[in-house]
């Protein structure tokens, strides 16, 4: 009789969006799950939370019979991340290279971890990193492209019509960061990073 049960929530487990990309098994730690009422459309709910994995109280019901109970069970999930390859100092521009995948239960392993390297590739780090660390969004900034005191080129941008000229940057920044620029006259502004080497002020 239990088999039924088990089908319908190890199906609602793996159906979990959060659980998605990740290897997911269930324990069955409650003996009560052989002696659950035979059913012929059982069905469980799983609470809501943002990782449902560990300890689990699954609530049950059968239609058919009107019957309504709950059991527990330990959801393993593991998560694939990424993880420094290499002992990583700070202020690392991080490259593929640095980068190797790694494997643990998801409850133990920081939230803001990820296994896109498109996300990660290109950032600095703001903490030096041993081997095997995970690499967490929270450790990442953008990587500046402009450098306090370069000299850069300034695009003037107003309706129909634009102009270029010179500054000096008195703040480093990355693409569509704010920092101050030092114009030619000694005017200080505020302009977006475009690209290397190059900001942008609007003009009405």
Known sequence: MGSDWRTAIEKTVRDQPQLQQKTVSVEWI???IDQLPKCSSPRATLPNSSRPAGRIT???RCESSRWVGSIQIV???RRPFLVSSRPLAAGTVVSEDDLTMSEADWLTVPEDVTEDATIVVGKT???GLTSGMPITL???RQTSVIRSGERVRVEV???GFSITGE???VESGAI???????MTNGQILNARVARRGVVELKRD
């Open 167 to 169: 500054a000096v940057a």
């Open 157 to 159: 941008i107003g309706q």
């Open 176 to 182: 569509d960061e704010q920092i101050k620029v030092r």
């Open 125 to 127: 780090l703001l903490k």
């Open 138 to 140: 929270n450790s990442l």
């Open 58 to 60: 699954v609530a049950l």
């Open 30 to 32: 409650d003996a009560k």
């Open 75 to 77: 959801v393993l999930a």
